[in-house]
């Protein structure tokens, strides 16, 4: 049943039968005697609401708003923002806008051109609008004709290789006799390039009907008829332009059969520069007509003698198109009267690169009841073509506008398929351009689509032959508990508003959005997004296809359930978000956040805001762009990790051991109770490592070490690339890299490595060993509990350092090494000797027993305190002891004797000693 609306706010009611409801203009609304939860809502294949319920299967025409039995209301989009919907192009729509034109642009937009009635003040005037790759229009409308006197109308468009654009018209009375054609070029910023241009030099009688072409060259080539100027009713000319703009020679006739009228004439740019030029030609009596072609190449010259396309003769064949395909040869359509001359049919010839046609005429369209006229063509990135038309009452109401595809080989793709969405009145003229992306873009001319005028509308196509809209179609309900179901494959926009609703989507990629209150959301098929506000909504999303991405928009605390990749925190609040088992994508808001991507690979941003991150998974990705001095930043890891740019903190979780690693900034890194390596990179870095046998690396003086465990059983070390001085709790220490660092122990017994530089390693307090590695080192012995080990001391190249303030003082307690002795037997040393080195081996082990008797008494007797350094050693070891007199006697007994070092090596000089104040 039809239920008709009135041009003001309806409100209708629905019936028990499948009804087809126009709501005509303003706000209408249906009432359904159906419960919200058994209405289920679609888009059919133009776009146009199809809802379902216990009342049957109504189809929406112009229906704003859907109210149910208990009175809750679904607001539906306007048909013009629906994903598949037909596409209203002129903004100024009193009177009438008619004869458009569109051409594909080089950005891969296009643009359409029309006439329009009085808009200019005075009769016709041409206008304009431009379309982004998008197919969102590029400003607003405008018009094209500098000269508005009298009328100018049937404009055609060509995009031109610079980007830009070339609209021709027919401009009357402008010329000084009846019509002209004048022409504006246009840059691809879309400014006019130069002012509006006569393009017929003939200016007696009538010139009109222009057809234009973009030619390899970047210029232009114009066609048209002018009447009585080849000496016989109307005859085809055409000029051609440069990509300078300036004509190239002067207007030429096209057609060589001058007798009767020779118009309609349609031009194409062939891929090899040429062009072809195809018209109708009239015979005297004007009782029959034939389809002519002329071929030329790219140097302008003619291509052989012009030719009849029709097979066919001896009727009217009218109203010509030509366009270029793929292969370099190009096809031509007319229409032609049937047998009985009651109707129409359009046909269509193929021609090859070389100009032989390929097979005979065929005819385009399936339907042949009454009339199809007005084709329209144009070829197709895959080699195809495509071919519009309309026809009389094949929908129902006037005339339709259909099409047909076909493929490189010329055979039709499917059936023929209605374009327009609206059908009451005529939709009619159609025309249509090839897209970059291998789609097209028709335009037509329909009638009381705007109340009584006519307007200018057009319809978009993908390379897959699929409707495609500049929106999304969308159903918002309101303050009640929506029940808002969608089915079909187009995208939706599902918005529940106030109440605890239902939401569930299609097949496409939908957005749901339960506004204010605990709602369920179920997304299906595609790339679905979901909007949540409360941390009781529900999202449902059963589809495991690994080829989706379904995501999340939250403003609360969120966790991803089962099957959804993405979450974007939303809002300023501090909040947080954990991902699943999938590689999620996690987005931050501008607040401080907590990401945590969970199992899989996960990528993590964080934006403004002191973010912490929680890493699980090698391939997990963070990316901090915020450059904010003021901000913190912080990775919780539970493995191995190294901080990227904007990162500032890192912390070990778990267990396990691992290790961190810092970047270039101030960083703080934590480990976890386990072994660890720390590492903070460049900058001023403080490390803790906590519980376990950590590792810290330094680079920086001013970075801090800070370890807390105090467990015996522990050995925490520092590989250092800089000066460095043990600090609590810390075992061992390595020098690296290839400088002359020092390093310093602690009161630990500590184990000290230099690198292949001059260290100088000392101790401390504590039982140490010091291994110099390379280079000529220096080893400190102070006073340490039971003497520090050397592990490499090279005589001759490495310096033992004896400081004597740690010492409390050797000899005269001066910085000065004086009356050091070299002995070969005990004893026979003065007692102003500070230092004496004995060359006669120990046997055995060196023990302080040992080394009293090697050294033996000096010559004179010690006064109590007196201290003196002595080495003695057993052919493998030399031990260093610092004698201590603790009586008025001579000898040096083994209770006045500290070991100070012992060295892995035998024998020192005198020269490897020096003290220090």
Sequence with gaps: MQITGTPSADSLIGTAEDDTVLGGLGTDSLSLNANPAAIRLSLNAFGQWVVESTQGRDLLLGVERLVMADQSQLSLAQRLVAGMAEQHVNHTTSDYQLNQSVAALADGGWLVTWQSYTQDGSGYG?????????????????????????SQDTPVVTGLADGGWLVCWTSYDQDGSATGLYQQRYNRAGETAGAEQQVNSQVEDYQLNASVTSLNDGGWLVCWESYAQDGSGYGVYQQRYGADGLASGEESRVNTLTTGSQNTASVTALTDGGWLVSWMAYSEDGLQSDILQQHYASTGLPVGTETTVNSSSGTLQESPRTTALLDGGWLVTWQAPQADGNATDIYQQRYAANGNPAAGETRVNSTVADYQLNASTCGLADGGWLVCWESYNQDGSGYGVYQQRYNAQGIAQGGEVRVNSFTSGSQGTPSVAALPDGGWVISWTSYEQEDTSSGIYQQRYSAAGAPVGTGTPTLTGDQHDNWLQFSGLQSIELEGAGGND????????????GGTGTDTLTGGLGNDTYVIDSSGDRIIESSTLTAETDSVQSSVTWTLGANLERLTLTGSNAINGTGNALANTLTGNTGNNILNGGAGADTLAGGLGNDLYVVDNSHDVISETSTLGSEVDGVLSLISWTLGANQENLLLGGSTAINGTGNGLTNALTGNAAANVLNGGA???????????????????????SET?????????????????LGANLENLLLVGSTAINGMGNSLANSLAGNAAANTLNGGAGSDTLTGGGGADRFVLDNSATGDLISDFLSGTDKLVLDNSGLGGIGDKDALLEGALLRSAAGGFSTSAELVVFSSNISGSITATAASANIGSATSAYAIGDSRIFAVDNGSQTAVYQFKAVDTDAAVESHELKLLGTLNSAQTAIGDYLFQA
Excluded at 502 to 513: I, P, W, Y
Excluded at 697 to 704: A, E, M, P, T
């Design 126 to 150: 041409v206008y304009q609008q431009r379309y982004g790759a998008d197919g969102k229009a590029v400003g607003g409308e405008a018009r094209v004709n500098t000269t508005t006197a009298s």
């Design 502 to 513: 239902h939401l569930e989507g299609g097949s496409g990629n939908d957005r749901l959005n």
């Design 683 to 705: 900058g001023a870095d403080t490390l803790t490592g906590g519980l376990g046998n950590d590792t810290y690396v330094v680079d920086n003086s001013g970075d801090v070490i």
């Design 709 to 725: 465990s105090t467990l015996g059983s522990e050995v925490d070390g520092v590989l250092s690339l800089v000066n460095w001085t």
